[in-house]
Structure formats: C-alpha cells, structure tokens
C-alpha cells in the first residue's frame, strides 16, 4: 500500500473561454441541443445515488460520432473539460461533473441507433446511448442472445457499461462487458474519431487499444459505438435454490455444480441469512424459501440448451449429490417461469431491502473465489470487534468472486449517525482485508470519485506510474473526466 503524490492540478477555463465555448457548441449541434439553464441541466448533474451533486456550465447532447469529434475539438480548443454520461445509473459518481461550473457534462443519450446485427458472425453493433435492454431485444427478436443482465439495465447504456466494464448476473458463464465486446469506434482527446468496429474473435496486429478504453469511465476517449458479441438462444433456463451452513459449504457446491453443468451454469449467487430476513421483513409478500432459517443460500440458473426437461433433471441429479454429501441442507428447483422470478426476485430486493432499511456502508469488491469463505470470516469478525451489532449484509456473485459486502447499523442506532462515525473505519476494514486476500476493491461498479483516493493508495507505486503514463499519452490536457479514476 502506498500513498501517491496528486497529478498537477488542472486550470480551470475563465469565464470569458466557457462563453465563447458554448456558442461554438451551439453551432457545432444546434442550440436545443446545448442545455444551459438549471432546469434543463439538473438531472445530468447529481448521481444515481444522490451522493454527489455537480454543476456544469453546459449539458451537450450530440447525435453522431462527428458531432462528439467536433465537441471534443471546441473542448481542446477552449480548455473545457468534459464529463462523458450515459444513462446516469452509475454508482461511484464517475459520470457527476465536479462542483465548479466550469465542467461540460457530454451525454451521449442521442447516439441511439442499432447499426448492424450479424447473426452468423454472432454480432450487434450498436452507438454507445443504446439502453442495455433494447441491446437485449434486438438480439432476442434476431434469435440470438446479449447475455449482460443488471438491475439497471432498463435505463443504463451500453456506453456507460463499456466504460465501467460493468458484471451483472452472467459473468460466471460469459464474462463482464469487456469480454463481450469485440471493437469499439472512439473519439479520442484530441476530437479524432478512431474506428476500430471489427467483429473479430482474433486480431494479433499490435497493442489492444479496445482494452484501454474498456473500464477507463471516459477518462482516456468517448466510446460512441461498439461491437458486441451475442450467443445462442438457450432452450430453457432451469433455476434452484439450495441452503447451506457457511461460505465455505457454498463454495465446495460451486466446485460441484460446475463439474456437472459445466458451461451450462449460468448464475451462482450468494445470499446470507441475514439478506433474506431484511427481505422479508420489507417485502412481507416474498416469502423465505425453506422451512427454518440457513446460514448461506445459493440461487443457481442453469441455461440449457437441450430441452428444460433436460435441465431440470440436471439439476435435481446434481442437488441429489449435494444433499448426500453434507453439502447442501435443503433445496428446490423451480418448477415453473414464475417460480423462477420469484427466486430472482429474492436476490433482487436485497439492495431494496436495505435502502428501506435505512443508509449504510457499501463495498463492491473482489476475491479470489478460493478466498471468500476466509475473508468473510476475517472481515465479519474485524467489524464486528469494531462496532458490536454492526449487521453484514453480504450477498453477490459467487461464481467470479464478486460480493457486495455491505454493513447496517447495528439495531437502535441511527443510520446517518452510524455512517457518520464508522464508514472511514469500517471501508479501512473491508479494504484492508480485500488487499491481505489480493483482491479488489472495486468489482464491476468501477472507480469514478467515490474510490479514487483508496485506489491510490492500495496500488503499488508501479501500477499507478503506468497508468499516469498511459493517461497522460492520450490526454495530456487532462481534459477527459478529470477526477476520476486517478489522481
């Protein structure tokens, strides 16, 4: 761990450069398409959770790649930073501009179209302001399927997934954004527009500058299109959950469950005792799946591609096994579509359950998968030595070592005078443990300003070296979400 020197402050733009800036964007795109009064700029400037809150002296919203390009000149030109956003559903404020005014936010909502689908290639490609589930439409309508799935993905963009290099609920089978995106057209710092849109699996001619923009949340270049790649449509999708006594039991099940599904293992969730309780207790209608209370459950989705005939039998073979060996203590599979949501719908309203509950401390991290047993004991412990009745919410993505390790104010304690107190203790906790364990601290919601100063730190002196070097080489102006992700 180790504490880094800032990057040289960036000089904000006079009054006089903002105002000739903004009438140059207005002919570059149109005036009504160039936002300046508070009611028109207020939702681009505070974040999805509410916890940051900006200011902009303009909201821009191109419709084409060339008008991104022309922007980004005008920006160079005149000194503006700018602040790339999508759908806005982020959660680590990397898409808030900061509190000057000074800052233009580019939404990138109006780059909208679907340009090709390729069903033989397995391709789509779409313009970055395409809402994920119109991505999962059109691909479900060409009988092929997108297969990244989040909450937000009614109001989320494929942009602003590529940017955080967003996870979800499939990754343990398909892999996070980067790994389903194939090219990428760009507009990079200095207004050029770089199209790099191939549908290639294999491309060996040099550098991988897709991977550089794929989770750099618009700190290096605009992504204004992308390359996806789709899969078959599976026959069925078979869903059960199983109760167990521990971490440690849930990962032994993965081990099996992946040696009878293989890649037709689609979802492998973690949910604690104490999720499923909150749940309930807020949404008194979704009732706890078994007869008395379990320590872990597990929700699994199996994506079949015979029959669900042939999934279900799978999966009751393989529930079978676990029960005989000690594993698994109780289990159900989903006989029907909407037994299967309703299973969803449990590990859905946790993060509900717990904003009803009241605020508290949130972690995105992760762990080697072998490690996550070991560091839920250690962190569990460690908090709650630290503040007696502190309640660990943790539930998340089991298969790829992702977890959402969350603390609740201990009963009678209240909320904001609990965060107020221990959230820079409790995430020196979680952070700690997550560096001891060489994990991350920052899973699939991506840095943006919420994280920045504990990346610093955590990152040895190497890793951030390299990544001012690679910042500086394509933005030297820093003019490209500054404030994010690097300091």
């Not at 839920?376 to 977890?403: K, W, Y």
């Not at 990152?459 to 992700?485: F, I, T, Y």
């Amino acid at each position: 761990m180790t504490d880094h020197a800032s990057q040289p402050a960036r000089q904000t733009a006079s009054a006089e450069a903002v105002t000739v800036f903004i009438g140059a964007c207005r002919k570059a795109i149109g005036a009504p398409h160039v936002l300046t009064g508070p009611h028109d700029t207020a939702p681009y400037l505070t974040d999805w959770r509410r916890r940051y809150a900006g200011a902009a002296c303009a909201v821009l919203c191109p419709a084409t790649p060339a008008e991104v390009a022309a922007l980004v000149k005008l920006a160079v030109e005149h000194r503006i930073a700018l602040v790339p956003q999508g759908g806005n559903t982020g959660l680590a404020g990397g898409a808030t501009p900061d509190t000057t005014g000074s800052q233009a936010v580019l939404s990138l909502r109006r780059l909208n179209r679907i340009r090709d689908i390729d069903p033989h290639n397995n391709t789509i490609t779409v313009e970055a302001g395409v809402i994920l589930a119109e991505v999962q439409a059109h691909a479900e309508q060409a009988g092929r399927l997108f297969p990244l799935s989040l909450a937000a993905e009614g109001s989320c963009t494929i942009g602003g997934n590529l940017a955080t290099n967003a996870g979800g609920t499939g990754v343990l089978r398909y892999g996070n954004t980067r790994e389903l995106c194939l090219g990428l057209e760009v507009v990079t710092a200095q207004g050029e527009l770089w199209d790099g849109l191939r549908g290639l699996r294999k491309d060996n001619t040099g550098y991988d500058l897709r991977d550089l923009f794929i989770g750099a949340e618009g700190t290096l270049g605009i992504i204004t299109a992308a390359v996806l790649k789709l899969h078959p449509q599976p026959a069925a999708h078979v869903t059960a959950l199983a109760a167990l006594a521990s971490p440690h039991a849930a990962l032994d099940f993965l081990a099996l469950a992946q040696r009878f599904a293989g890649p037709l293992l689609t979802g492998f969730e973690l949910m604690s005792d104490f999720c499923l309780r909150l749940v309930g207790r807020h949404f008194p209608q979704m009732r706890y799946p078994f007869a008395e209370p379990h320590g872990q459950v597990v929700l699994l989705e199996l994506s079949d591609s015979e029959s669900e005939q042939h999934g279900r039998a799978l999966f009751e073979r393989l529930m079978e096994t676990a029960l005989e060996n000690g594993l698994v203590e109780d289990a159900v599979v989903a006989e029907n579509l909407t037994q299967s949501q309703a299973f969803w719908s449990l590990r859905e309203h946790i993060p509900l359950a717990q904003a009803q509950e009241g605020l508290n401390i949130k972690h995105d991290i992760a762990v080697p998968i072998s490690r996550i047993g070991h560091f839920i004991e250690a962190t569990d412990a460690a908090i709650s030595e630290a503040v007696p009745g502190a309640r660990m919410v943790t539930f998340g993505h089991l298969g790829d070592g992702n977890l959402h390790y969350n603390v609740q104010a201990p009963e009678g304690i209240e909320a904001k005078a609990f965060l107020a107190e221990f959230q820079s203790p409790i995430n020196k906790i979680v952070y700690d443990s997550v560096h001891q364990h060489r994990g991350s601290i920052s899973a699939e919601h991506g840095l943006g300003q919420l994280k920045i100063d504990e990346a610093m730190h955590y990152k040895s002196d190497v890793e951030v070296q390299l990544m001012r070097a690679l910042k500086h080489a394509l933005d030297p102006l820093n003019l490209m979400n500054p404030g994010k992700v690097l300091r």
